[in-house]
């Protein structure tokens, strides 16, 4: 029996290819090589278009992959950005949430706890990273037929770049970035 989801089910990594080769063509597969033999795709966006931010980012498989568990954040598919980091982003803004909301605590009440709205922290190798959260294990589905795709969750990942950017200058307000109704 094959240990790895792209071993076991070859017909979902040829689908997989398939979708990221039609929607992001310049996205490369490679392979972790910490061991884990996880699968990700690696390439920049940007969403905003000329004038905006260039997203290097790294779509990374879970093992449980097309599965995600019940209060997993990001689905079966983490989207890292490399650069710029989540991180950094997220340092800056936060000093802007205590003052707009008085508090760290009123400004993490009101879902701004990382200093941006949508993301979640995880491990990745030996250091916490940031994350675009892409699925929200409430709203999420796996079976045969729903199932998280690196492409969907691309998509996904590219709507809250535009969103961020959009947030970050200003132009949209807190409810609007923190509530995604858009």
């Known amino acids: 029996m094959a240990f790895y989801w792209y071993q076991s089910d070859p017909q979902l990594y040829q689908a997989e290819v398939a979708a990221m080769q039609k929607f992001f063509p310049s996205f ?10 996880r699968l990700y795709w690696r390439g920049k966006v ?52 205590e003052q707009t909301y008085g508090s760290y605590e009123n400004a993490a009440a009101h879902g701004f706890g990382l200093g941006l709205p949508h993301i979640y922290r995880d491990n990745f190798g030996r250091n916490e ?25 691309l998509s996904w990942a590219c709507k809250w770049i535009m969103l961020c950017e959009m947030w970050l200058n200003g132009e949209i307000s807190d409810d609007v970035a923190l509530e995604g109704n858009y």
Not at 29 to 37: C, E, R, T, V
Not at 60 to 78: D, L, R
Not at 130 to 151: E, L, R, W
């Open 28 to 37: 490369q597969i490679n392979q972790l090589q910490d061991g884990s033999g």
């Open 46 to 97: 940007q969403p905003t278009g000329e004038g905006g931010m260039v997203w290097d980012l790294m779509l990374i498989y879970k093992n449980s992959h097309p599965h995600a568990g019940q209060n997993e954040y990001g689905g079966s598919v983490q989207i890292l950005p490399v650069s710029p980091r989540l991180k950094d982003i997220a340092q800056k803004t936060m000093p802007l949430m």
């Open 129 to 153: 990273e940031y994350f675009i959260c892409t699925a929200d294990p409430k709203y999420f589905k796996s079976g045969q037929t729903h199932s998280t795709s690196a492409a969907s969750a």
